[in-house]
């Protein structure tokens, strides 16, 4: 008897530790998990995992303090800085229903308030120099999914000009007021040095790479 009775307490202790620590064998991590890079273990949809996606791709000390939206817009958290960051890339989800299938994929960008007039003109096919009152700098340390580094908005490697089509991993871009003020800066992406994308349009912009720059395509 006595060793049922003691038997008896053991387990109810267990029980009653497994209830407390909400832990019981075979169940899910909870959907505010994050793995060993704070990638949240919920799904693609959810506004935890766009807030550390879009986030990311700027330095802790830029997003931490940075508003995140969308891409429909949508705040996702308000910040106080001046900074945005948010995905970028005009293709739009593989998968529209289980999200972006990973930051690289959303593109996103946390730009400054210059940066943002730059993008809004780059997307509408304005002069986005006319609306700027100086240059404005804009972090991608997701990188992007890949552009014709001559001709803007040429999105698929088969539509590029041989030798053009770069795969960016994590940089700093510079947003100029007066894109001719980058004229002599070379266009060549393999040197590792910043470089300018769309050279001799409305669009040119300076790209500056960081360490893991030739992640998704190599220097040549």
């Given at each position: 008897m006595k060793n049922i009775l003691l038997l008896t307490c053991t387990l109810l202790f267990i029980i009653s530790c497994n209830v407390e620590t909400g832990s019981s064998e075979g169940s899910s991590a909870p959907v505010n998990a994050v793995n060993e890079s704070g990638e949240p273990s919920g799904p693609h949809t959810s506004s935890e995992w766009q807030i550390w996606a879009y986030s990311t791709t700027a330095p802790d000390y830029i997003a931490n303090e940075a508003t995140i939206v969308d891409v429909n817009m949508n705040v996702l958290r308000e910040g106080t800085n001046g900074w945005t960051c948010l995905p970028a890339n005009p293709r739009g989800m593989s998968?529209?229903?289980?999200?972006?299938?990973?930051?690289?994929?959303?593109?996103?960008?946390?730009v400054d308030?210059?940066?943002?007039?730059?993008m809004q003109g780059y997307m509408s096919g304005t002069k986005p120099g006319e609306k700027m009152t100086t240059d404005g700098?804009?972090?991608?340390?997701?990188?992007?999914?890949g552009e014709d580094n001559s001709t803007p908005m040429v999105l698929?490697?088969?539509?590029?000009?041989?030798?053009?089509?770069?795969?960016?991993?994590?940089?700093?871009?510079r947003m100029p007021k007066d894109p001719s003020s980058l004229d002599g800066i070379t266009s060549d992406f393999n040197s590792g040095a910043p470089y300018v994308m769309f050279a001799g349009t409305d669009y040119a912009h300076l790209m500056i790479p960081v360490e893991g720059y030739y992640k998704y395509q190599a220097q040549k």
């Open positions: 998968d529209s229903e289980n999200g972006w299938k990973n930051p690289h994929e959303a593109m996103p960008a946390c308030g210059q940066s943002m007039l730059w700098f804009a972090w991608m340390l997701h990188g992007d999914m698929n490697e088969e539509d590029s000009k041989p030798g053009h089509w770069i795969e960016s991993g994590p940089h700093l871009m």
